[in-house]
């Protein structure tokens, strides 16, 4: 079996793997201060969990946004099962071709996600992700990476929003009844879900006239699922991008 660990800034999402095929997908919050022998019980916590032996790894690897943590959770893995995961980054085989100004500051989440969008989707693409920030990737016809945008995550505009005015609540991310608020509460909802839903529908559609064609659209991360049904494009949700992209690349390398 092999261990693949993304690490965002607001969750980090473990995964066993054989044989090319996700036999699970956990996610858990990251732990910014968190010890190697912490992360070394949540990653065999997550395993014991799904029935599986920690003992069968055989091999890993890892994607990390957090460097902070990077050798905290390479460590962790090397002392659980012994073996030192690969680290995607400079010196990592991806097979894929990065187009943008600087292609050394294409976050390793973005790489990952490309690596598995191209193998799995119809070119060109538009891949989503939906976690501590939302970023969008653009994937043309020839399978190159060409570029994309970031901006404020819908939870980080959410806490920011209510930390600010002290008169609004926190909310759960459930789906409004209706699209115009009768109450605080309603109002929060449909403004925040329904909002970023019209701005990932309006982001692809002038990345679509940019292109001069329609790109696929796959989208992924925490948010992903509250956000969206509420979409009038139409957008693939896989949550298991992130894992899919990791064997890719491991299997590159391995």
């Known amino acids: 079996m092999i261990l693949a660990i993304d690490i965002g800034n607001t969750n980090t999402v473990i995964g066993g793997c054989k044989d090319g095929k996700i036999l699970f997908r956990e996610t858990l919050s990251t732990a910014h201060t968190a010890t190697t022998l912490e992360y070394a019980a949540l990653i065999r916590t997550a395993f014991e969990l799904n029935g599986e032996d920690h003992r069968s790894i055989e091999g890993g690897i890892i994607s990390s946004v957090v460097p902070s943590l990077t050798l905290t959770v390479k460590e962790a893995v090397r002392r659980l099962t012994g ?11 991806t097979g894929l071709s990065i187009m943008i100004d ?23 693409l538009i891949i989503i992700d939906m976690g501590t920030a939302t970023t969008l990737s653009v994937i043309d016809g020839k399978g190159s990476h060409i570029g994309g945008m970031i901006v404020p995550g819908l939870r980080v505009s959410l806490d920011s929003l209510v930390t600010k005015a002290s008169q609004l609540p926190r909310i759960a991310l459930e789906p409004p009844k209706r699209i115009i608020g009768r109450n605080t509460v309603e109002c929060l909802k449909s403004g925040v879900l329904y909002g970023c839903a019209g701005m990932i529908d309006g982001l692809i559609s002038r990345i679509n006239g940019e292109m001069g064609e329609v790109c696929t659209a796959v989208a992924t991360g925490d948010a992903a699922g509250a956000v969206v049904p509420l979409c009038k494009s139409t957008i693939i949700i896989d949550d298991d991008l992130p894992l899919k992209g990791l064997m890719i690349i491991y299997d590159k390398n391995k």
Not at 83 to 93: F, L, N, R, S, W
Not at 107 to 123: D, E, R, T
């Open 83 to 93: 073996i030192t995961p690969m680290v995607v980054g400079p010196g990592i085989k």
């Open 102 to 124: 600087n292609p050394a500051q294409l976050g390793s989440s973005m790489v990952v996600n490309a690596a598995a969008g191209i193998k799995n989707y119809p070119l060109p």
